[in-house]
T-cell receptor
Framework: EDQVTQSPEALRLQEGESSSLNCSYT??????LFWYRQDPGKGPEFLFT???AGEEKEKERLKATLTKKESFLHITAPKPEDSATYLC??????????????FGKGTKLSVKP | DTGVSQNPRHKITKRGQNVTFRCDPI?????LYWYRQTLGQGPEFLTY????????KSRLLSDRFSAERPKGSFSTLEIQRTEQGDSAMYLC????????????????FGPGTRLTVL
């Protein structure tokens, strides 16, 4: 069964303290891995798409990387405004569902000043 | 604002009542998706449309749920005879898919409709 597991469930950082969030997946034939940010009471906001192992994407203090079994979201020198839940999702492989993304439960990040 | 919009943002209803939510996707997007999200969980897929055709429904979508996308534009999600277990955030997303083989299906989400069933 296709599955996405994120760790840790929650992460507390001090402002400026860099760290990484993990997303491990089991899917037969990855077509895309997506990172989203979600603020409380709001819909997920798209951050990155990664397709192949070794690929990296960056946006401000965030950097996403992909291996054959997992993805990391690296946060460099975070600020309080980076506090949010970060969701990882994979696209279902060919032959399976063509429409949906399979999401993990997310990592809730809190950055204290 | 050219993003995905959803209405209403909040809905409180009594058990047994029917509710309907609306989603307006990004205008040039041909696919529209409905997800449900409960506290502490990631979004779970319910159904999706390509233009006006409903192409897939999740096992989560019971007979009390129905979705439409007339004319391939906005979509509605109706829940009949609501139950307390239906309380959740209902999210709509849209994407542009030209050729399935070459598409990475980046989905853009709306703000959601928070449903509370008393």
């Amino acid at each position: 069964e296709d599955q996405v597991t994120q760790s840790p469930e929650a992460l507390r950082l001090q402002e400026g303290e860099s760290s990484s969030l993990n997303c491990s997946y089991t899917v037969s034939g990855l077509r895309g891995l997506f990172w989203y940010r979600q603020d409380p009471g709001k819909g997920p906001e798209f951050l990155f798409t990664l397709y192949s192992a070794g690929e990296e994407k960056e946006k401000e203090r965030l950097k996403a990387t992909l291996t054959k079994k997992e993805s990391f979201l690296h946060i460099t020198a975070p600020k309080p405004e980076d506090s949010a839940t970060y969701l990882c999702a994979v696209q279902a492989p060919y032959g399976g569902s063509q429409g949906n993304l399979i999401f993990g439960k997310g990592t809730k990040l809190s950055v204290k000043p | 604002d050219t993003g995905v919009s959803q209405n209403p943002r909040h809905k409180i209803t009594k058990r047994g009542q029917n509710v309907t939510f609306r989603c307006d996707p990004i205008s040039e997007h041909n696919r529209l998706y409905w997800y449900r999200q409960t506290l502490g969980q990631g979004p779970e897929f319910l159904t999706y449309f390509q233009n006006e055709a409903q192409l897939e429904k999740s096992r989560l979508l019971s007979d009390r749920f129905s979705a439409e996308r007339p004319k391939g534009s906005f979509s509605t999600l109706e829940i009949q005879r609501t139950e307390q277990g239906d309380s959740a955030m209902y999210l709509c997303a849209s994407s542009l898919v030209v050729l399935e083989v070459y598409s990475y299906n980046e989905q853009f989400f709306g703000p959601g409709t928070r449903l509370t069933v008393l």
